[in-house]
């Protein structure tokens, strides 16, 4: 029999996939689906395809660490005016943190996930690192960028190399009922996107008006609360002006927004901490990296400064738009990423 491997199934076709194409490579598996929200649906499409499979499936019911671990940061740094990805949140201390101890507790020597991402051995360095997916357009090693050298050293992606269509194609062809289901566009604690009214109802707070300035202090209207407004949005504004007009900073003690040109929006330097290092040992010299400020960002070449309190400044080459502070921000060397760390201050 194999070596024993713990499948993280969410209900979606790619984790479904994933359990198929472990056991054709002759693992004993196990699913296991995280219950991080009171919805059922997705645990009842992983049981279907766990019986298919014929491997056990069970449920890890982690709605309060979830709410610990991941929301509560995530409405802490909206209301600090910055704009979190609690998916890496999400990946580094419940997927492949909390998911990583109970597939240990069960004799599993490895967890699976259904990432569009590859996992290598760097000799040269002697270190695992995450490399990026051969399909570009479904790459999802920038959130991968925080798992830690133990977490990667037993965790396996069987879909790296695949396609989204070949995944599909697979799941047709065994009848699995998710075959064609929908990829959730949103966040999976916000459906329909709708960031502002969730934190209303989570906190129990209503964000009040103040104004909306220029890029010289003038007032040009009023906003609906702060932190509906996200760097960059043109979209929604409630004001008039003669050119288009975009979210270029936020201040929550003074609960203004301010709107400038797209001009405004580019900035050439960050300051991010936070860090996690990948293919490379925590550096203690400059170096030179394409650092990718967000997930649908495409990376770009940048002077990479590591400091001795863990704090890194990234200087790129040349201007970025909106850089954001909260997202994540990860270093690359062609497909291998270095690094990631989380964007605090933006110059």
């Known amino acids: 029999m194999g070596r024993k491997v713990m499948i993280a199934m969410s209900g979606g076709v790619d984790s479904s996939v994933t359990a198929w194409l472990l056991l054709r490579q002759g693992y004993k598996c ?8 009171d919805e059922t649906a997705d645990v009842r499409d992983a049981a279907d395809v766990a019986r298919r499979l014929g491997i056990p ?4 019911d982690l709605r309060e660490e979830f709410a610990e671990r991941v929301i509560a ?17 999400c990946n580094r201390f419940l997927k492949f943190g909390t998911l990583l101890e ?5 004799g599993a020597d490895y967890i699976a996930t259904g990432h569009y991402a590859r996992i290598c051995w760097t000799p040269s360095a002697s270190r695992w690192a995450v490399r990026k997916g051969l399909e ?25 190399r695949l396609t989204k269509a ?14 064609h289901k929908r990829d959730s566009q949103d966040i999976c604690f916000i459906p329909g996107g709708d960031y502002a009214g969730f934190l209303e109802r989570y906190t129990g707070k209503t964000y009040p008006p103040g ?33 288009p007009l975009y979210v270029c900073g936020k201040s929550m003690p003074d609960n203004t927004v301010t709107l400038g040109t797209n001009e405004a929006l580019f900035r050439r330097e960050l300051v991010s901490d936070d860090w996690v290092w990948g293919a490379i040992p925590p550096p ?25 309190d863990g704090t890194v400044t990234i200087r790129f080459d040349a201007p970025q738009r909106a850089i954001t502070t909260g997202q994540a921000v990860v270093l690359y060397r062609n497909d291998v990423v270095l690094g990631g760390g989380t964007i605090t201050a933006v110059n």
Not at 217 to 236: C, E, M, N, P, S
Request: charged share 25%; aromatic share 6%; glycine share 8%.
């Open 57 to 60: 499936h069970t449920v890890a």
């Open 102 to 106: 109970i597939a240990r507790d069960m």
């Open 30 to 37: 196990v699913g296991v689906t995280m219950r991080q929200r």
């Open 211 to 243: 104004d909306i300035l220029d890029t010289d202090g003038r007032v040009l209207g009023v906003h609906r609360g702060a932190v509906r407004y996200t760097l960059g949005q043109r979209k929604g504004l409630g004001v008039s002006a003669p050119e």
């Open 284 to 308: 203690d010299a400059p170096f030179r990296a394409c650092a990718k400020i967000r997930y649908r960002h495409t990376e770009a070449p940048a002077d990479v400064s590591p400091s001795p």
């Open 166 to 179: 070949e995944t599909r194609q697979i799941a047709a062809e065994q009848g699995f009922l998710n075959a």
């Open 136 to 160: 570009a357009a479904r790459d999802q090693s920038y959130v991968l960028a925080c798992l830690t050298q133990a977490q990667l050293s037993r965790t396996l992606f069987p879909l790296g």
């Open 73 to 89: 940061p995530f409405v802490r740094s909206y209301e600090r005016g910055d704009t979190p990805n609690p998916c890496v949140t």
